[in-house]
């Protein structure tokens, strides 16, 4: 199991970023898929998840209204829209798949991409 995330960068407070995470190696429509971010010194922390459907997504309080996740399951890719970005987003940003539904622990996720870096400068 893959999974490939993109889409990081630096960018400046109120700019907007689209992550992507691929994910190959296994049936994809079938599991919940999430976001989660991790800063210098914090731990992993959740960001977003979607059901296998794509018809429910659950937020954490730092990203609701702001971040919006969504799923291409022809495509076996999820998406991470990030706006009006902070400097406290700076983080490492993870895609995780492995649940059967959508989880808010990183230690129901089985399969981890390698993350990807945001940075927001103020």
């Known amino acids: 199991v893959e999974l490939v995330e993109s889409g990081g960068g630096l960018v400046q407070t109120g700019d907007s970023l689209r992550l992507t995470c691929v994910v190959s190696?296994?049936?994809?429509?079938?599991?919940?898929m999430a976001w989660f971010r991790q800063a210098p010194g914090k731990e992993r922390a959740f960001v977003a998840a979607?059901?296998?459907?794509?018809?429910?997504?659950f937020y954490g309080d730092s990203a609701k209204d702001r971040f919006l996740i969504s799923r291409d399951n022809a495509r076996s890719t999820v998406h991470l829209q990030m706006n009006s970005l902070k400097p406290e987003d700076t983080a490492v940003y993870y895609c995780?798949?492995?649940?059967?539904?959508?989880?808010?622990?990183?230690?129901?996720?089985?399969?981890w991409g390698q993350g990807t870096q945001v940075t927001v400068s103020s």
């Open positions: 979607i059901s296998a459907d794509g018809e429910s997504t």
């Open positions: 995780a798949t492995g649940s059967p539904d959508p989880r808010y622990y990183w230690y129901d996720y089985d399969y």
């Open positions: 190696g296994r049936p994809f429509s079938v599991y919940a």
